[in-house]
């Protein structure tokens, strides 16, 4: 069977991609995985009319509502190959199996790098987190630390006052400058330069975080901003263009979404300079509509 779309990658862009298509009744297969960037969160926050839901019964449901349509189809499985053909796309599935399609969305997600400091991978999505928006409310009230990766850290220890009190540890190397660093005092930001080494506790809390010269901090969470990398190595074997963003590199689009590659378009954190759960689901729909519309004029 020849496919209008097939969406690889079965999260909150790539579901929200599919329910755009098959609501024009097109024929359309995500194919997931089952690795989301998400997963390592218990519950998804600042998402409309889902707030506090967790990831994994968000994206249950949408299956669930998906599979109403007749011209939907779910495969869980990864995507080994995509090759471009003059009808379209072929794909390779893990499982042996091939797909064909005329269009392709990409929605497979990036994958979070942070500091190598003991203790912060197993934090990571509850009491470790990047986003203030997301998860700062669950760690309100009490000490919080940024532990600088870049320099825009400094501008994240900016915020997180309105959370709670707050250390920027700059690990000795991203020192704020004159005026950032009067804003953060101006803020009540605590500055301590002396390298965070490792974080205290029984996982996942957080009891403290000890420095390099032995002291140890009390702090109830920890905000890193996480360098990213492609969770998928798809859009480069298909020679889509990227561009920077804050973290790392995002797929180049246009205001519908489609790659500097015809028929490819991207969805989600791997096309957002800025990420979240409601902006992936928002580029899911353009990608979605874009693709309705190019199926049009083909």
Same mark, same amino acid.
């Given at each position: 069977?020849?496919? @209008?779309?097939?969406?690889?990658?079965?999260?909150?862009?790539?579901?929200?991609?599919?329910?755009?298509?098959?609501?024009?009744?097109?024929?359309?297969?995500?194919?997931?995985?089952? +690795?989301? /960037?998400?997963?390592?969160? =218990?519950?998804?926050?600042?998402? !409309?009319?889902?707030?506090?839901?967790?990831?994994?019964?968000?994206?249950?449901?949408?299956?669930?509502?998906?599979?109403?349509?007749?011209? =939907?189809?779910?495969?869980?499985?990864?995507?080994?190959?995509?090759? #471009?053909? $003059?009808?379209?796309?072929?794909?390779?599935?893990?499982?042996?199996?091939?797909? +064909?399609?005329? #269009?392709? *969305?990409?929605?497979?997600? %990036?994958? @979070?790098?942070?500091? @190598? *400091?003991?203790?912060?991978?197993?934090? &990571?999505?509850?009491?470790?987190?990047?986003?203030?928006?997301?998860?700062?409310?669950?760690?309100?009230?009490?000490?919080?630390?940024?532990?600088?990766?870049?320099?825009?850290?400094?501008? +994240?220890?900016?915020?997180?006052?309105? &959370?709670?009190?707050?250390?920027?540890?700059?690990?000795?190397?991203?020192?704020?400058?004159?005026?950032?660093?009067?804003?953060? %005092? #101006?803020?009540?930001?605590?500055?301590?330069?002396?390298?965070?080494?490792?974080? %205290?506790? $029984?996982?996942?809390? *957080?009891?403290?975080? /000890?420095?390099?010269?032995?002291?140890?901090?009390?702090?109830?969470?920890?905000?890193?901003?996480?360098?990213?990398?492609?969770?998928?190595?798809?859009?480069? +074997? %298909?020679?889509?263009? !990227?561009? $920077?963003?804050?973290?790392?590199?995002?797929?180049?689009? $246009?205001?519908?979404?489609?790659?500097?590659?015809?028929?490819?378009?991207?969805?989600?954190?791997?096309?957002?300079?800025?990420?979240?759960?409601?902006?992936?689901? =928002?580029?899911?729909?353009?990608?979605?509509?874009?693709?309705?519309?190019?199926?049009?004029?083909?």
């Amino acid at each position: 069977m020849h496919l @209008d779309v097939i969406i690889i990658g079965g999260s909150f862009a790539g579901l929200s991609a599919a329910m755009q298509l098959v609501r024009g009744q097109r024929t359309v297969t995500v194919v997931d995985a089952g +690795q989301p /960037r998400n997963r390592f969160a =218990a519950q998804s926050h600042g998402f !409309f009319g889902l707030d506090g839901v967790s990831p994994r019964r968000i994206r249950q449901q949408s299956y669930d509502q998906l599979r109403f349509y007749p011209t =939907a189809t779910i495969v869980e499985a990864g995507v080994n190959q995509v090759d #471009k053909t $003059d009808r379209g796309f072929v794909v390779y599935l893990d499982n042996g199996n091939t797909l +064909q399609s005329r #269009k392709i *969305i990409l929605a497979t997600g %990036l994958r @979070d790098e942070i500091p @190598d *400091i003991p203790g912060l991978r197993e934090r &990571w999505g509850k009491t470790v987190v990047h986003c203030p928006y997301c998860h700062g409310y669950e760690l309100r009230n009490q000490p919080l630390g940024v532990i600088a990766t870049s320099e825009l850290s400094v501008h +994240q220890a900016g915020m997180i006052p309105d &959370w709670g009190p707050t250390h920027y540890f700059t690990q000795g190397q991203f020192e704020p400058d004159q005026e950032h660093l009067a804003f953060l %005092l #101006k803020r009540g930001v605590t500055i301590e330069p002396t390298p965070v080494i490792e974080v %205290l506790g $029984d996982a996942p809390e *957080i009891d403290a975080v /000890r420095l390099s010269d032995g002291r140890e901090i009390t702090l109830g969470g920890l905000f890193v901003g996480p360098k990213t990398h492609m969770a998928s190595p798809l859009a480069e +074997q %298909l020679g889509c263009e !990227f561009e $920077d963003a804050p973290l790392g590199k995002v797929l180049k689009t $246009d205001a519908f979404k489609q790659t500097s590659v015809e028929g490819v378009f991207a969805a989600g954190d791997i096309a957002n300079p800025m990420q979240n759960a409601t902006l992936a689901s =928002a580029s899911g729909v353009l990608a979605g509509v874009g693709a309705h519309q190019a199926l049009m004029h083909d």
